[in-house]
């Protein structure tokens, strides 16, 4: 077996122990392949290990990568989410090849993907992305702002709004962790009781997944457990 597949069933692991913990079924908790700044071929061994959900930062990385792999047979089944920050002139790149934007943090942003949206294409599935760490570094809206976000997207064609991603502090301290994604999980609640759409808590990277799972997230996005390092952010 690869190291990928090693490292991917050892990824599906904590996944199930965490759900086993929080009482929680595995299988609701889909994993999201974080390949950005890694080569095709790591994609490529991770897919023949049965991983299907794969995350990009990089727009214009991410554009030549899907291209590659659409030309090649026997790749059409990934399903691609754009995670990164998203500057508004990239957003074609975006709305014309993924499944799924999790970044989603702005008004423009919104009217972009729905106007770029090919209409041969499925509606594009959006997270609204929260800074709940309120750290000036990282993107995302604030906590007053999520409601009037939703309301913008769920009246768009082109758009189906799917819940909220965020990115929780960097710290060791599992207090001001937990507060997050306690907040998050609020949040989350309230959204999905206003819009039935909404089923997606996406939350939990290698080193906090066990506890985001604790607080509910129904998605998790993994990128060094299971590709490793990475040389660039
Ligand atoms: C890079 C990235 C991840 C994966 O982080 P790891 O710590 O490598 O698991 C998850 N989510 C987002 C938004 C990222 O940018």
Same mark, same amino acid.
């Given at each position: 077996?690869?190291?990928?597949?090693?490292?991917?069933?050892?990824?599906?692991?904590?996944?199930? !122990?965490?759900? #086993?913990? =929080?009482?929680?079924?595995?299988?609701? +908790?889909?994993? /999201?392949?974080?390949? $950005?700044?890694?080569?095709?071929?790591?994609?490529?061994?991770?897919?023949?290990?049965?991983?299907?959900?794969?995350?990009?930062?990089?727009?214009?990385?991410?554009?030549?990568?899907?291209?590659?792999?659409? !030309?090649?047979? #026997?790749? =059409?089944?990934?399903?691609?989410?754009? +995670?990164?920050? /998203?500057?508004?002139? $990239?957003?074609?790149?975006?709305?014309?090849?993924?499944?799924?934007?999790?970044?989603?943090?702005?008004?423009?942003?919104?009217?972009?993907?729905?106007?770029?949206?090919?209409?041969?294409?499925?509606?594009?599935?959006?997270?609204?992305?929260?800074?709940?760490?309120?750290?000036?570094?990282?993107?995302?809206?604030?906590?007053?702002?999520?409601?009037?976000?939703?309301?913008?997207?769920?009246?768009?064609?082109?758009?189906?709004?799917?819940?909220?991603?965020?990115?929780?502090?960097?710290?060791?301290?599992?207090?001001?962790?937990?507060?997050?994604?306690?907040?998050?999980?609020?949040?989350?609640?309230?959204?999905?009781?206003?819009?039935?759409?909404?089923?997606?808590?996406?939350?939990?990277?290698?080193?906090?997944?066990?506890?985001?799972?604790?607080?509910?997230?129904?998605?998790?996005?993994?990128?060094?457990?299971?590709?490793?390092?990475?040389?660039?952010?």
């Amino acid at each position: 077996m690869n190291q990928i597949a090693q490292h991917l069933l050892q990824v599906k692991e904590r996944i199930a !122990q965490a759900a #086993g913990q =929080a009482g929680r079924n595995a299988e609701s +908790i889909p994993l /999201l392949a974080v390949s $950005k700044t890694k080569p095709i071929e790591a994609i490529m061994a991770a897919h023949a290990a049965g991983q299907r959900r794969f995350g990009e930062s990089y727009a214009q990385e991410a554009a030549t990568k899907i291209d590659t792999l659409r !030309q090649q047979e #026997g790749y =059409a089944d990934i399903e691609w989410h754009f +995670i990164g920050p /998203l500057q508004s002139n $990239k957003s074609r790149l975006v709305a014309e090849r993924f499944d799924w934007v999790q970044s989603v943090d702005r008004d423009k942003l919104i009217e972009r993907l729905n106007n770029q949206r090919p209409a041969t294409m499925a509606p594009l599935n959006v997270c609204l992305q929260i800074n709940i760490s309120g750290e000036s570094s990282k993107s995302g809206t604030s906590e007053q702002e999520i409601f009037q976000l939703a309301e913008r997207v769920a009246q768009c064609e082109r758009l189906v709004l799917r819940g909220l991603m965020a990115i929780p502090e960097h710290t060791s301290d599992e207090t001001v962790l937990a507060a997050q994604m306690t907040r998050m999980q609020a949040l989350f609640t309230e959204l999905a009781r206003q819009y039935p759409s909404v089923d997606t808590l996406s939350m939990g990277m290698t080193e906090d997944l066990e506890l985001a799972i604790a607080h509910g997230s129904t998605m998790v996005r993994v990128g060094t457990a299971i590709f490793g390092a990475r040389d660039y952010s």
